[in-house]
């Protein structure tokens, strides 16, 4: 009992719940860190599923962009619905079962089960591939460092949603701060004149047109 109220503290009484709400700052840490990790890798993977065929394919990542906007658009509508239905609060599995029946709610819940495990996975293994390309020298020590990565969020996720918030927000606002930065500099170099010409691939139009709905969708 000692031993795990070091790790994880001790038990939260029901009474003290109310003490362990999150400001908005502090909830954006702990709610948002799934939509952010993807953010961090999924640019560099679709454009790796553009240049598969070439440079010439880079035309692509604008319809590419407008389609992830559209998705993200869908998301947040339907969280807006589903705080308003639900303002104290309802999950997939909560708001499925109420609306659509017990099977459709036990296959929401499966989903993000399988999407839990699958964020976890990719997450850490791109943010481990981020930190060995910076530092190559710990590229043999990667499947350690995921190791590491998961046990991090595991311990954080068991001691609690304050202290995730608290462990988790240095990071998370360096990367929106850096997602920000990147976004405004790359506008100023563009409306600066600066452009990168790709090297010829040797795509020709037409073999291009023939992939690009497939390539778009992959992407």
């Not at 389609?67 to 104290?88: C, E, G, N």
């Not at 990071?171 to 405004?184: G, K, Q």
Request: aromatic letters at 10%.
């Amino acid at each position: 009992m000692g031993l795990k109220q070091l790790l994880v503290g001790r038990p939260i009484d029901t009474a003290e719940a109310g003490e362990h709400k999150l400001s908005k700052p502090a909830a954006l840490t702990v709610f948002a860190s799934d939509n952010l990790s993807s953010a961090a890798y999924a640019t560099e993977e679709m454009l790796l599923a553009l240049t598969t065929v070439g440079a010439a394919a880079l035309y692509l990542t604008i319809p590419a962009a407008i389609l992830i906007v559209a998705l993200l658009w869908i998301v947040i509508t339907s969280y807006s619905q589903t705080l308003h239905a639900y303002p104290m609060g309802g999950g997939a599995y909560t708001v499925a079962k109420e609306n659509l029946g017990v099977y459709s709610g036990l296959v929401a819940a499966a989903a993000l089960l399988i999407d839990y495990v699958l964020t976890v996975a990719v997450s850490v293994a791109a943010g481990v591939a981020a930190i060995t390309s910076a530092v190559p020298d710990l590229y043999s020590h990667r499947v350690l460092l995921c190791l590491i990565g998961i046990f991090l969020i595991m311990w954080a996720n068991l001691r609690g949603v304050r202290e995730s918030a608290a462990l988790f927000a240095g990071p998370v606002y360096l990367f929106i701060f850096c997602a920000y930065l990147l976004a405004i500099g790359s506008l100023v170099k563009y409306w600066g004149g600066a452009s990168i010409v790709p090297a010829d691939s040797g795509t020709t139009a037409t073999s291009l047109e023939m992939v690009s709905v497939f390539l778009l969708l992959r992407a």
